[in-house]
């Protein structure tokens, strides 16, 4: 075996990783937009501290699982959601997004009149079909305008220009059903 390949190591130490390429090989895998049949594997109920970034001093049910093809049933990403069973209201006087979440998981697990914990552990148990979201996050979200931070991909096509513009894409939980 020859010698003559090698790169020496001194010739490296002014070689560095490129950010993309760590970027595409730990990203978190997403799906689609579209629905899907979810089944919990973790449930809690947690309080966040006053000075969480999301749902500051909020009690929340922390819901993780993984979501699988409607009709194959293959296993495809797994995702975490955050849902409440105390009842809140956003700025414009509509039901926030974890409110809604829990209002609709027990819904579709038929325990409306159950206790939390009863609640939390069914979710373990029993399939539900969720509307999940793709969205992708600017690269730069911090300076980005307020409504440039996010898009929501239409197509695969659109999906693909997203993420050569660098865009990070995110799974959101929109909505959740009783399985069928």
């Known amino acids: ?3 003559d390949n090698l790169i020496p190591l001194e010739d490296l130490f002014e070689t560095y990783t490129d950010a993309a390429q760590v970027n595409e090989a730990t990203a978190k895998p997403t799906v689609a937009t579209g629905t899907y049949i979810f089944q919990g594997t973790k449930a809690e109920g947690k309080k966040n501290p006053e000075d969480a970034k999301m749902y500051p001093n909020r009690v929340l049910a922390n819901i993780f699982g993984r979501l699988s093809n409607r009709e194959t049933g293959k296993k495809l990403v797994s ?5 409440s069973w105390e009842p809140m209201k956003d700025a414009r006087g509509y039901m926030d997004t974890p409110s809604k979440l829990w209002g609709q998981l027990v819904v579709s697990l ?7 914990a009863e609640v939390l552990e069914a979710v373990k148990l029993y399939p539900v079909s969720m509307f999940v979201e793709q969205v992708f996050e600017h690269p730069d979200k911090q300076n980005a ?3 440039l931070r996010w898009r929501t ?8 220009t997203y993420r050569n513009d ?3 894409p995110r799974n959101f939980v929109k909505s959740i059903q009783r399985a069928p």
């Open 145 to 147: 305008p307020k409504d």
């Open 153 to 160: 991909a239409r197509s695969e096509e659109e999906a693909d």
């Open 110 to 116: 038929d325990l409306v009149k159950a206790p939390v």
């Open 79 to 83: 995702i975490g959601f955050d849902a």
């Open 166 to 168: 660098g865009r990070t």
């Open 1 to 3: 075996m020859s010698n």
